[in-house]
């Protein structure tokens, strides 16, 4: 009887050490920055919520910010490997919003004085959005409605 009960044990231990999640970025992710930002990125008790910010930055911006911290508002420098940084902003790119089917979402608007700017969207409410272009510039835009035109986006 009690080999039997040692094994159930065993067996059950094994399946949740199998079914627990691998991923390493996830691992560096819970261990250093989890406690501000919140298991899933959406904030807690020590720090603002990243999902929604994400996007506004490149890899190496996040690198950057990462290492060096934000002095002066509260976040300290992360103290992370050359190895385990791939991987961390990797899981990160992950937590970033995304449409339905897992995209990240895409648009095209035009400008009230005729241009048009193609991006990434960052952020998007009902009144405005926040796009970045390949040039990994962050546009801000606003909505306005133009006599006959139907909308167009106000920007900068």
């Known amino acids: 009887m009690r080999t039997t009960?040692?094994?159930?044990?065993?067996?059950?231990?094994?399946?949740?050490?199998?079914a627990q999640d691998a991923n390493p970025g996830?691992?560096?992710?819970?261990?250093?920055?989890?406690?501000?930002?919140?298991g899933d990125g959406?904030?807690?008790e020590m720090g603002p919520p990243i999902r929604g910010r994400l996007a506004a930055r490149n890899d190496q911006q996040l690198t950057s910010l990462i290492r060096?911290?934000?002095?002066?508002?509260a976040m300290p420098p992360i103290q992370v490997t050359d190895a385990e940084m791939p991987v961390l902003v990797a899981f990160l790119r992950t937590?970033?919003?995304?449409?339905?089917?897992?995209?990240?979402?895409?648009?095209?608007?035009?400008?009230?004085?005729?241009?048009?700017?193609?991006?990434?969207?960052?952020?998007?409410?009902?009144?405005?959005?926040?796009?970045?272009?390949?040039?990994?510039?962050?546009?801000?835009l606003r909505r306005v409605l133009v006599?006959?035109?139907?909308?167009?986006a106000d920007g900068e």
């Open 26 to 38: 996830r691992v560096v992710f819970e261990t250093r920055c989890a406690t501000c930002h919140g």
């Open 5 to 18: 009960s040692f094994l159930t044990t065993l067996l059950f231990a094994a399946q949740i050490l199998y």
């Open 68 to 73: 060096e911290g934000l002095p002066g508002r």
């Open 147 to 152: 006599e006959g035109a139907g909308d167009e």
């Open 95 to 140: 937590l970033q919003p995304r449409n339905p089917r897992g995209e990240i979402v895409r648009a095209k608007v035009q400008t009230t004085d005729g241009k048009t700017l193609d991006g990434e969207v960052v952020n998007q409410g009902f009144e405005d959005m926040q796009l970045r272009t390949a040039d990994q510039r962050l546009h801000l």
């Open 42 to 44: 959406n904030g807690a």
